[in-house]
Structure formats: C-alpha cells, structure tokens
C-alpha cells in the first residue's frame, strides 16, 4: 500500500471558506425562505462583470486560436513577454522601481503561487506569520511539513504567529528572535489594514539583519487610496535583496474565475544551502515554473494585457471605486449598528469586532439566522481573530444598501436584549 503525506492529517477541521460554505448549505436546507433572501458577504469573490477590454481582448485571442496564421500552442512557462513587459513598465517601471521583464512570472493566482514558492525554500526555515491571516500561508506550510501538530487555539506548533491586534493597528512588529520567512499581506486580508512605510521599512531592515526573506502578498494593492501607503514592498530601498512579491487580476480585474496572477521573483535575492553556500533563487523559480507547469492560457494573457490600456485602466477603476463605496456603506452602517470597525479605507474588507462577550463563529450564527447575511468569522483566520468578523465589499450595490440596511435591524436587536 502507497504512503500518504500525514502532514496533510495535521490540519485542522477543513479550510475555512468550505467550512463556511457548508454552515451555510445546512440553514439554507433547513430554512428555504430565509435562503431565498440570504445575501454573502463572506468569501472575497468579486461580483460584477470583466471589464469590457479584457473581454474583447480574449475574444480575439480566441479568434486568432481558429487560424494557421495566429494559433499559438504551447506559451512560455514563466508568461508572455508582451504581459510581463506590460507588468514591469506599468506596476514597477512607471512608479521608479527597479523591476525587469524577466523577474516577473504569470501564474493562475496569487493564491497558488504563495504555495509554490515553498517548492524552491528548504523544510529548515523558520516561518513566521500574522495573526489573523490569510489561511492559506498557514495551511500550505502544515502541508509542507514545516510545522509541529495543531494546538488547541488551532495554531501549530513550530510556527511563530505575530499578533495584529487594535493597539498595533493590526500590523505585526518585527520580532525580537530569528525567522527566516515571513509572510506580510497589505493592504491586509481580513483585518482591512495599511502598513505605511516606515513599517515596511522596519521590515526590511529585519530582514537584512537576519537574512530573512519577506513574502509579500500584494494582492490588493490597488485598493489603496492614500498617497503615503506604499502599493509594493519594491518601494522601500533594500527590499529587492530581501522579498518576493505576489499579485492577481482577480480583485482589480475581477478574474477570480478567469485565474491570472503574478509573482516578482528578483535576480538579486539569495538563499542558503545547508553547507553555507548562497544560491539564487530566480534561476530555481524559473526552473520550477519550467518543470511544474504549462503557463497560463493565451487568451487569459491577453485578456491581462488589456487591463492595462488606457481603457482597461478607467474599467479597473470603476470596478474598484463601485467595490470600495460598498465598503463605506458597509463601514458606516457596521458603526452605526454600535459595533467597532475597522478596514475598509485603503482594502475592500471590513473587520468588525463582536460585542457582549459574542465568540465569532455565534456572530456568524447570529448574523445567518436573524438578518440572512453571511459573515466569515475572525477565529477562522486566527487565534487573534477571536472576537472579529469580516464582512466582504465585494457584492452588488443593492446588496451592500440592504445589508446595511439589516445592521440597522441587528442594533435595534441588541437594544431589545439590553432592556
């Protein structure tokens, strides 16, 4: 009989999302009238359609599949030159940072690659991660085997978790002992959160004293409004020797169902061996991407390509201003409801601490059962998620006004149980 990977047997429970998704499944068949007005803000998936440019942009790039003349087969593993010059000159080159066509390598998702990138980093890194955090950095470390067996907060042992809390804005600080890699995602998924500057900058200097690298997931990037928040972790000198930095189309572009990301992966950042030897790891990125797989489709490139005409951008644009006033009409309703928000400025989440006492999965029980919204609870993405929820701005206008509207309903419940 063939042997399993156990490291898969440490997780815990299921990945949330599913876990969600089946909470769900359950009190809409056990309640259909409330599941027919039952509205989701709890996973991060977009809502409105592509926009226009890119869908022309893959009409014609299957057009092109029909005929001798301009079929494509095979593309390069790493993407098409003509997406990664289009990355490179218009993210990095256009803002004065220092990237080359050749460090960047289109990928079906950022999600994915944060997994990835583990292929080409050894088993004897210390990982430290915040707290809440995406689970994904978690999960795919457990899978790996970098982890010790689940606690009973659910954390794992053997990883360091660096606490977000309120009283540090939800940024971690960087940490008195020795990581190897750390995992930062800003503007931050679920808390909502921004570093500014000077903290990434105190990152990078970590990392340069410890010989860290930073993996930096950027994935909503273009969400931030505010001119000081940097939009990339190549915007603090230093950072090329030290980060690798993860993007997607799938919030700004809405491809979460298309599947089109990116991962900057500079010439300049080492790793070591266990003799003490400093090796590269572009060329071993790149020889991951040449051996693993078959790159992403020609259309779905070009459809990529697209979002960065003059046309592509005011679409983009659109999409992310209709995303963020959901988030202001959620924000503003969430604290008139009396409840303590945070997010929802410079990132399409909000992150909304519970009250009297409530735990985050009954917040969630509470929010299906008495108003038919769909929350994610905190605890899902932490043990410093505890007494949070998210709510997603990623829904239909009409949705956001009336989940707003139900917030309202959710104080005036509140007010009933106090008197």
Known sequence: MAYLNENYLKLQAGYLFPEVARRVRKFCEANPKAAERLIRCGIGDVTEPLPPAAVEAMKQAVEELGHHETFHGYGPEQGYEFLRSAIAQNDYRGRKIDIADDEIFISDGSKCDCGYI???LGDQNKVAVPDPVYPVYVDTNVMAGHSGSARQDASYEGIVYLPCTAENQFVPEPPKEHID???LCFPNNPT???ASREQLAL???????HEAILLFDAAYEAYISDPRIPHSIFEIPGARDCAVEFRSFSKNGGFTGVRCGFTVMPKSLFARTESGRRSLLHPLWYRRWSTKANGVSYPVQRGAEALYSSEGREQ???LIDHYMTNAKILRNAAADAGLTVF???NAPYIWVETSDGVTSWQMFDRMLSELNVVITPGAGFGAQGEGYFR??????RDNAEEVARRL???????YARRR
């Open 316 to 318: 983009v644009r659109a």
């Open 408 to 414: 309202k309903k959710l104080y005036s419940l509140r």
């Open 192 to 194: 909502g959160a921004a």
């Open 118 to 120: 583990l292929d080409i």
């Open 343 to 345: 997010g929802g400025v």
């Open 203 to 209: 990152w990078v200097e970590y990392a340069h004293a």
């Open 391 to 396: 709510i997603s701005a990623f829904n239909s």
């Open 181 to 183: 890699l750390v995992y």
